[in-house]
């Protein structure tokens, strides 16, 4: 039984948008459709964190992924999920998509 369980890595919405500025990472929305289609950050491949099992072969290996929820609870969960199936780099965005717009940067609506 283990008692600690090692950090999940974050990151905050000021070191994703310098990542994304940089065409270093992918970023993963992991809500539902009905979230993302009211407001996500641009430019991001989403898959709800239900369907990712079956749709694993959709992210990318090449480049770390940055997985972004819509307060960051979320993505706690499928960034512990994501490095146990051997994705490398792989970070919750903390405050999520929430935090994203509440600091003013640019957010899409729709499909």
Do not use: K, N
């Amino acid at each position: 039984m283990r008692l600690f369980r090692p950090a999940i890595p974050e990151i905050g919405i000021e070191q994703l948008e310098a990542l994304r500025a940089q065409g270093r990472v992918a970023v993963l929305d992991v809500r539902e459709p009905w979230e993302y289609r009211a407001g996500h950050v641009p430019e991001v491949i989403h898959i709800p964190m239900g369907q990712l099992v079956v749709r694993m072969g959709e992210l990318p290996r090449d480049r770390p992924i940055m997985v972004i929820c819509q307060s960051g609870h979320r993505s706690l969960g499928v960034t512990e999920y994501l490095q146990a199936q051997g994705f490398e780099g792989v970070a919750s965005v903390a405050g999520g998509t929430g935090a994203w717009a509440d600091s003013g940067r640019e957010i899409e609506t729709g499909d």
